[in-house]
């Protein structure tokens, strides 16, 4: 069993940035893929960034691939998503997300078994 726990979220202004941390109970962090997904109002979630078990390989969605950047501390138990140029269209709850695979179904909800409680982004135009 594993509990995620994410903070970070705010409100900012378009251009600016913010790091979103997930938290992660248990000795055995390093044995789960990590990522990221987002929700917004009436909209599906949607995948964000994952991360692999020791942090040597990343995939990102291309909608901000560039702009943001997943990285973990296994040492510490902790994801982290660090998001700049952030948009308007970047507004959502941010959900981190623990998982077993490390393949091409990152983007699929279904991999990952645990899930945070979610952290809201919003960003003003």
């Known amino acids: 069993q594993v509990q995620l726990v994410e903070s970070g979220g705010g409100l900012v202004q378009a251009g600016g940035s913010l790091r979103l941390s997930c938290a992660a109970s248990?000795?055995?962090?390093?044995?789960?893929?990590m990522g990221w997904f987002r929700q917004a109002p009436g909209k599906e979630r949607e995948f964000v960034a994952a991360?692999?078990?020791?942090?040597?390989?990343?995939y990102y969605a291309d909608s901000v691939k560039g702009r943001f950047t997943i990285s973990r501390d296994n040492a510490k138990n902790t994801e982290f998503l660090q998001m700049n140029s952030l948009k308007p269209e970047d507004t959502a709850v941010y959900y981190c997300?623990?998982?077993?695979?490390?393949?091409?179904?990152?983007?699929?909800?279904?991999?990952?078994?645990?899930w945070g409680q979610g952290t809201q982004v919003t960003v003003s135009s």
């Open positions: 248990g000795r055995t962090f390093s044995t789960y893929v």
């Open positions: 991360i692999s078990f020791r942090g040597d390989s990343t």
């Open positions: 997300a623990a998982g077993r695979n490390w393949g091409r179904s990152l983007p699929s909800p279904s991999v990952y078994d645990y």
